[in-house]
């Protein structure tokens, strides 16, 4: 008897927006001096609007055709304060991004 696995391939999604090669530029130096986490490109650098989770390829497929028929102006995105996750043993810095209506909505 012939056994048939079926591999799905699953991504972690996730819907951000791309930040300013001058903002992107700034967080870099500023990685430079920290001691915590690790230095993420700064290519790599986005504000993360919502976080969807693990999903099948087809799933994103469809998430990507939803979110490309979105027509929205660019929000206005202002950094204001850095913080870290993992209590006193902290695993990663991230930068806090100001209230804004226009992102609220996009969310």
Same mark, same amino acid.
């Given at each position: 008897?012939?056994?048939?696995?079926?591999?799905?391939? &699953?991504?972690?999604?996730?819907?951000?927006?791309?930040?300013?090669?001058?903002?992107?530029?700034?967080?870099?130096?500023?990685?430079?001096?920290?001691?915590?986490?690790?230095?993420?490109?700064?290519?790599?650098?986005?504000?993360?609007?919502?976080?969807?989770?693990?999903?099948?390829?087809?799933?994103v497929e469809d998430l990507h055709?939803?979110?490309?028929?979105?027509r929205s102006g660019a929000p206005?995105?202002?950094?204001?304060? &850095?913080?870290c996750f993992g209590g006193m043993?902290?695993?990663? &810095?991230?930068?806090?991004?100001?209230?804004?209506?226009?992102?609220?909505?996009?969310?």
């Open positions: 008897m012939a056994s048939h696995w079926c591999y799905a391939l &699953v991504v972690r999604c996730f819907l951000a927006l791309p930040l300013s090669e001058q903002t992107r530029f700034a967080l870099g130096e500023l990685q430079k001096g920290l001691r915590v986490g690790r230095a993420v490109a700064s290519g790599n650098l986005h504000v993360t609007v919502v976080f969807l989770d693990d999903r099948s390829e087809e799933a055709n939803e979110f490309s028929a979105i206005d995105i202002s950094l204001k304060g &850095v913080g043993s902290p695993r990663s &810095v991230h930068v806090s991004v100001e209230p804004d209506p226009s992102l609220t909505d996009l969310h």
